[in-house]
């Protein structure tokens, strides 16, 4: 008793999570991240906690935001209305 403790299954479904993420279905939803690319094309969510929401940079990133969606959700995280 207690000898050999196999877990049927263990294995196996570590094998099948790596296979899972060879899946590119299963890259792409994990890498969904609900951040805008720090490219400077779009707003910094970092100045945007920090900053005052009137400051020249909210302003500017304002007008941005209404055309872009990541950016409007960024100004919505921070209850900061664009409108
Ligand atoms: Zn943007």
């Given at each position: 008793m207690g000898e050999g403790n196999a877990k049927p299954g263990g294995r196996r479904s570590l094998d099948e999570?790596?296979?899972r993420m060879a899946e590119?279905?299963?890259t792409?939803?994990?890498?969904?991240?609900p951040e805008v690319p720090e490219t400077g094309a779009h707003v910094s969510p970092e100045m945007l906690a920090m900053i005052s929401p009137k400051s020249r940079y909210v302003k500017k990133w304002k007008?941005?935001?209404r055309r872009?969606?990541?950016c409007a959700n960024v100004f919505r995280y921070y209850g900061?209305?664009?409108s």
């Amino acid at each position: 008793m207690g000898e050999g403790n196999a877990k049927p299954g263990g294995r196996r479904s570590l094998d099948e999570i790596m296979r899972r993420m060879a899946e590119p279905d299963f890259t792409v939803r994990h890498r969904r991240v609900p951040e805008v690319p720090e490219t400077g094309a779009h707003v910094s969510p970092e100045m945007l906690a920090m900053i005052s929401p009137k400051s020249r940079y909210v302003k500017k990133w304002k007008r941005h935001a209404r055309r872009c969606l990541q950016c409007a959700n960024v100004f919505r995280y921070y209850g900061i209305s664009i409108s």
